[in-house]
């Protein structure tokens, strides 16, 4: 399963060394959380603060899986 879409960040928690899991709300689908690998890097941490609006790419085998944002 893989969408693209624009999403509203909810909430990020930091996953392993360098990863976050991130909750984002995106209209028509819900919430979703996907893993960004990289996440707490210093090029990609200003962008997902909560509240912030991104263009995602979410992909996962199934619908209830943890996805991968990218």
């Known amino acids: 399963m893989e969408w693209t879409g624009e999403g509203l960040i909810i909430g990020v928690r930091r996953h392993g060394e360098t990863s976050v899991i991130a909750e984002v709300m995106v209209a028509?689908?819900?919430r979703h959380l996907g893993l960004v690998r990289?996440?707490?890097s210093s090029r990609l941490a200003p962008t997902l603060q909560p509240g912030n609006?991104?263009?995602?790419s979410w992909r996962a085998?199934?619908?209830?899986?943890?996805?991968r944002v990218l």
């Open 28 to 30: 028509g689908r819900g």
């Open 61 to 67: 085998r199934l619908e209830e899986h943890l996805g």
């Open 38 to 40: 990289g996440g707490r």
């Open 53 to 56: 609006v991104v263009q995602l």
